[in-house]
């Protein structure tokens, strides 16, 4: 009986130095982070590019369905179609419009899929390449914003 207590009691002691030195060793990590990203060094976000020179990549994802699917290959071949004069007669550089904060291109590539095609997945790992320059939210210009125009898709 007394044995079993002592057992119990140093079971008790074993437990709560454990969970001291389980919050001991979470807050050395979470200073040693914090210390870390005071000092510039958890710099992990990746970097804007705003560089005119660099091949900014855009993208669009379209998703509403089959049903759409010649209107979007349509409105898609227009606008590639137009992209490619631009760049044949090698004045590609019209295609940029200066605002305050960089310029604005066409995509150079679109992201086409029906919906849980698992188009942001493939969005996401392209995202990851420090050259590949993404939207944040899907513009859906072929399906909802046609109408607004090239300027407002640019
Ligand atoms: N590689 C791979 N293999 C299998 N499944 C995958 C893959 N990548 C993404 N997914 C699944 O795709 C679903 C999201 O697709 P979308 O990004 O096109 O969704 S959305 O329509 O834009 O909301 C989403 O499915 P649910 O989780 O059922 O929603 C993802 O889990």
Not at 75 to 87: K, L, P, T, V
């Amino acid at each position: 009986m007394g044995c079993s207590k002592w057992r119990a009691a140093l079971n008790i002691g074993h437990l709560r130095v454990q969970s001291k030195l389980s919050v001991f060793f979470t807050m050395i990590i979470l200073f040693t982070y914090l210390f870390y990203c005071l000092n510039g060094y958890c710099d992990s976000l990746p970097r804007p590019v705003y560089d005119q020179q660099s091949n900014h990549q855009n993208k669009i994802t379209l998703n509403d369905g089959a049903s759409q699917q010649e209107k979007i290959t349509h409105n898609a071949s227009q606008i590639f179609r137009e992209q490619m004069s631009d760049f044949s007669d090698g004045s590609s550089d019209n295609i940029s419009i200066a605002n305050t904060f960089g310029s604005k291109k066409f995509p150079q590539a679109i992201i086409i899929g029906v919906k849980k095609g698992g188009t942001r997945a493939l969005l996401e790992f392209l995202r990851i390449h420090p050259d590949v320059r993404a939207v944040g939210s899907e513009p859906h210009f072929f399906d909802r914003f046609y109408d607004k125009g090239l300027d407002w898709y640019r």
